[in-house]
């Protein structure tokens, strides 16, 4: 079984910072891509940034060139960074991992709240 655990979600204003992170425990191996996801109330769950096991990243229009998503690999843990946050940007974000044999985790989400 694998577990993912988010944490680093809040209450930040507009322009400020946070960092989100997600820890992968349990039988964990052959992770192949990892990935942030929101949904906002009334809205489907959207990506916002993927990275690959090579270190390739995307990220949605809407967040580039304000977040930045990296990987530890050896923590098997992926970060968020979010710089000049926006309203826009409140959401609960969902950690994603794709596993090489075919399986997807996700974790259980964190609450991001930008006020104006």
């Known amino acids: 079984q694998v577990q993912l655990v988010e944490s680093g979600g809040g209450l930040v204003e507009t322009g400020g910072s946070l960092r989100l992170s997600c820890a992968a425990s349990g039988r964990v191996f052959r992770i192949r891509d990892m990935g942030w996801y929101r949904q906002a109330p009334g809205k489907q769950r959207e990506l916002v940034a993927h990275?690959?096991?090579?270190?390739?990243?995307n990220y949605a229009d809407s967040v580039k060139g304000r977040f930045t998503i990296s990987r530890d690999n050896a923590q098997n843990t992926v970060y968020l960074q979010m710089d000049s946050l926006k309203p826009e940007d409140t959401a609960v974000y969902y950690c994603?991992?794709?596993?090489?044999?075919?399986?997807?985790?996700w974790g259980q989400g964190t609450q991001v709240t930008v006020s104006s």
């Open positions: 990275i690959t096991s090579g270190g390739t990243t």
């Open positions: 994603n991992l794709e596993m090489a044999y075919g399986a997807n985790y």
